[in-house]
């Protein structure tokens, strides 16, 4: 989302990572775990922190009829905390101070199987720090569109699901191994989804592949 909801967040350097997930466990309702997605702590410098909570454990800790009720409750216990909280799409938006002085913008989104899907938004920056989360879920989506798996015909990536039936909608895994042999190729894992430059390499045997998102993000590879 970047820190454009909290007002006054600051930049989140990974020297403060650990200090805010720890101030954020403390502040949230018992029974909802945090699993860490995107650039927070991969990064240097970071807009924001992203988090995925789970949908079951939000809606225990919240018991309303539907998810985004248990969203709004969510918002609601931040300022009556006094916190600055507020909601968009599947997030809940939170101040979360660092230090006596500075706030960090931490996103939660709530998702069903949030554990399962978390490494889908887990990627390495190492190799390019200025590389985005988008352009490998871009990437992902091309490349599901090129392929197809037994019995589902084609198929797409569905950002916190996983793999599902392009025409029905059915679950096909969320493993992130599983993904990459049906998107990439028989021998791939989840390690030749971390980075552009490891998609790139692990697409060397399949030409097609390799020449479409060739065309389509080379001139990002170094960008994005």
Not at 70 to 97: D, P
Not at 182 to 196: F, H, K, L, Q
């Amino acid at each position: 989302m970047g820190k454009n909801v909290v007002p006054n967040a600051v930049d989140l350097h990974k020297k403060d990572v650990i200090p805010l997930t720890i101030n954020l466990i403390k502040l949230l309702p018992k029974g909802i775990n945090i699993f860490p997605i995107g650039s927070a702590g991969q990064k240097d410098v970071s807009s924001d922190a992203d988090f995925l909570i789970d949908a079951s454990e939000l809606m225990t800790a919240f018991p309303t009829a539907t998810l985004s009720e248990s969203r709004k409750a969510l918002e609601t216990y931040f300022k009556n905390i006094g916190l600055f909280a507020a909601r968009t799409g599947i997030s809940v938006h939170v101040g979360i101070a660092i230090n006596s002085t500075d706030v960090i913008q931490v996103d939660l989104m709530a998702v069903e199987n949030a554990k399962e899907v978390a490494p889908l938004h887990q990627h390495d920056y190492s190799e390019n720090p200025t590389m985005k989360g988008g352009t490998l879920h871009a990437i992902w989506a091309d490349l599901a569109r090129m392929s197809s798996t037994p019995g589902h015909n084609s198929v797409m990536i569905s950002p916190y699901k996983g793999l599902v039936n392009r025409e029905t909608k059915e679950f096909i895994t969320s493993s992130k191994d599983d993904i990459a042999k049906i998107i990439i190729g028989p021998t791939a894992s989840s390690c030749d989804m971390r980075s552009v430059s490891a998609i790139m390499q692990a697409l060397t045997p399949y030409p097609e592949k390799f020449s479409a998102i060739l065309n389509a993000y080379c001139t990002q590879t170094e960008t994005v």
